[in-house]
């Protein structure tokens, strides 16, 4: 059975930094992906990275934020410099087991970027 775990949101000021971490578990994972949402809004991409190293970002957080990941671990990090409060939201991983094709997604991790 497959495990997605989101974690390292918080309260940060603006220009600040956050760490998110995914980690998975219960197959072999290969694309994983960062989502975000705010409330009454979709789910909006933020950055993909292939499990041969491909890096995808939307351009709202491009030189912003960076994703990487240890496939030894199973886990996939996003790395969150020069916070703004435009940043706020939930934000959601999600993995496809290469097992089976099929995807999953965490329970989310809440971001907060106010003074």
């Known amino acids: 059975q497959v495990h997605v775990v989101e974690s390292g949101g918080g309260l940060v000021q603006p220009g600040g930094s956050l760490r998110l971490s995914c980690a998975a578990s219960?197959?072999?994972?290969?694309?994983m992906t960062w989502y975000r949402q705010t409330p009454g809004t979709q789910r909006a991409f933020i950055a993909q990275?292939?499990?041969?190293?491909?890096?995808f970002y939307a351009p709202f957080v491009k030189d912003r934020f960076t994703i990487s990941r240890d496939d030894a671990k199973n886990t996939m990090y996003l790395q969150m410099d020069n916070l703004k409060p435009e940043d706020t939201a939930t934000y959601y991983c999600?993995?496809?087991?290469?097992?089976?094709?099929?995807?999953?997604w965490g329970q989310g991790t809440q971001v907060t970027v106010s003074s």
């Open positions: 990275l292939t499990r041969n190293g491909r890096a």
């Open positions: 219960g197959g072999i994972f290969g694309t």
């Open positions: 999600n993995v496809v087991n290469t097992l089976n094709g099929n995807d999953f």
